[in-house]
């Protein structure tokens, strides 16, 4: 079946370095969502998209994370000039509905490095 | 300041034996709250949820109680299998966003 689907699975990125992560939702979901995971936490929410319409990014950490999902569907994360305390997993989420009260379906992370 | 506590961080428990996994939370304007589990490698996925306006829900082994007044829910698994070691995430939703507690590792000692 066709979940959620995350590349590359992992970076290794230089200080400084751009990073663009891709997430394909599941066909028809309308709500996407982009958390970090830290080691040893939960996922933290940082930006959510319901079709094309960011309505939410009051979790991106700075003006150097960027996320986009222009057609309604694929989305990508960008971090520019990346620092180590970037380091964490990645992850993408997608629901049919509204994530109040819909379930999310998470894809299995993008886990980045910077050295 | 965390919204949604998890304050064990690990549990074990033997085979057959009831695991009870607990959460607690801040915001009383949170009103639908769900659990997932997460092996390692993969992303969380969806377990069972509960609304606001119930108190308990039950799912096959899975129960999931939600105490408003206290603002604390938990999870009780029965019988515990060691397929359902994993990380356990309490989560809390309002607004359409969702709030991740930090997890409980639990552990299944066939």
């Known amino acids: 079946g066709a979940g959620v689907s995350q590349s590359p699975r992992y970076k290794v990125a230089k200080r400084g370095q751009d990073v663009a992560l891709r997430c394909d939702p599941i066909?028809?979901?309308?709500?996407l969502f982009w958390y970090q995971q830290a080691l040893g936490q939960g996922p933290e929410f940082l930006t959510y998209?319901?079709?094309?319409?960011?309505?939410?990014k009051s979790g991106l950490p700075s003006d150097r994370f960027f996320a986009e999902r222009p057609e309604g569907s694929v989305s990508t994360l960008k971090i520019q000039r990346t620092q180590q305390e970037d380091s964490a997993v990645y992850l993408c989420?997608?629901?049919?509905?509204?994530?109040?009260?819909?379930?999310?379906?998470f894809g299995p992370g993008t886990r980045l490095t910077v050295l | 300041d965390q919204q949604v506590k998890q304050n064990s961080p690990s549990l074990s428990v033997q085979e057959g034996r009831i695991s009870i996994l607990n959460c607690d939370y801040t915001?009383?304007?949170?009103?639908?709250f769900l659990w997932y589990k997460k092996y390692p490698a993969e992303g969380p996925t969806f377990l069972i949820s509960?609304?606001?306006?119930?108190d308990k829900n039950e799912d096959g082994r899975f129960t999931v109680f939600l105490n408003k007044s206290a603002k604390h829910l938990s999870l009780h698994i029965v019988p515990s299998q060691p397929g359902d070691s994993a990380v356990y995430f309490c989560?809390?939703?309002?607004?359409?966003?969702?709030?991740f507690g930090p997890g409980t590792s639990l552990s299944v000692i066939p």
């Open positions: 989420a997608s629901s049919r509905g509204l994530a109040q009260y819909n379930e999310q379906f």
């Open positions: 509960i609304s606001s306006i119930k």
């Open positions: 915001n009383s304007m949170f009103d639908y």
């Open positions: 066909s028809g979901h309308v709500s």
């Open positions: 989560a809390a939703s309002a607004y359409d966003k969702v709030i």
């Open positions: 998209f319901q079709n094309e319409a960011q309505l939410d």
